[in-house]
């Protein structure tokens, strides 16, 4: 058993959506170890975060944590990296 790194991209459901509500929800609700902020366009901002984890059970325990969260549209894994 390792740990992996998982990069995600958290878009909300319109550019009116508090951004800052998100975040607050998600770094209270997992271990994040890097989190950032992105423009997309037309007042769009998309929120990017790496968590490590272990690797059992995959992604999709952390993907359904995100979508739960109230305002988030869409939810991506960008990457998986073992480490």
């Known amino acids: 058993m ?12 319109s550019p009116e959506v508090d951004i800052e ?3 607050k929800k998600i770094l209270s609700d997992m271990v ?3 989190l950032k902020i992105e423009p997309i ?3 769009l901002k998309a929120i990017k975060i ?4 272990n690797d059992t059970g995959g992604t ?7 979508r739960g969260i ?6 991506e894994v960008e990457s998986v990296t073992l480490l």
Request: net charge negative.
């Open 2 to 13: 390792g740990t992996v790194a998982i990069s995600i991209k958290i878009t909300p459901e």
């Open 21 to 23: 509500n998100i975040k």
């Open 32 to 34: 994040v170890k890097d």
């Open 41 to 43: 366009a037309f007042g």
């Open 50 to 53: 790496l968590i490590v984890k």
């Open 60 to 66: 999709d325990d952390v993907e359904e944590k995100i």
């Open 70 to 75: 109230d305002g988030v549209g869409s939810v």
